[in-house]
């Protein structure tokens, strides 16, 4: 996949209408407008955070995603070619909750690391679930709460 692929096209812009970007950036979380039908790319350039210099690298760190009212999904990725890893995974249980405030969507909207589609542009991709914004963030705040009394008890050693 190039950059050049990311671009709207005429096939996409229903589509792109109909979802909402979002993305993360020096930590914190950014939404497009609503109704957009720029690509993440696009945003990305309108904004003024990419340059044709610096684009590729932009697109690999930023971890972005969609919300897809069809759906009652989010959907979390980075790079051209739509991949996740551990990292991603690790930032939509981080950031699912904040995103469900911003958006005014509720708990019950599950939460993937893929890009909505299993193949874009001729390229298949792996799908993978994670939850609901309940259940991750949830799994988030036991997570902490078993780090942060793990580090009490050692203090107290």
Known sequence: MTLDELRTDRGDSDFHRARRM???????????????AM?????????????????????????????LPARHALFFYRGIGFF????????????????MSALALDQHVEVHV?????VIHGTEYRQERLGTIESVT???RT????????RAADRER
């Not at 893929?114 to 299993?118: G, K, L, R």
């Not at 997570?143 to 793990?150: K, L, Y």
Request: hydrophobic content about 40%.
């Open 39 to 67: 690509s993440h790319l696009e945003w990305f350039e309108s904004e003024g955070w990419v340059t044709k210099d610096n684009a590729q690298a932009v697109m690999d760190s930023t971890v972005r995603g969609i919300f």
């Open 143 to 150: 997570t902490q709460s078993s780090g942060r009394a793990s």
């Open 114 to 118: 893929v890009p909505p589609d299993a």
């Open 84 to 99: 996740f890893d551990a990292s991603v995974v690790t930032e939509a249980s981080r950031w699912a909750e904040e995103i």
């Open 22 to 36: 979002f993305c993360i950036r020096n930590d914190k979380l950014a939404v497009a407008p609503e109704g957009t």
């Open 138 to 140: 949830a799994d988030r």
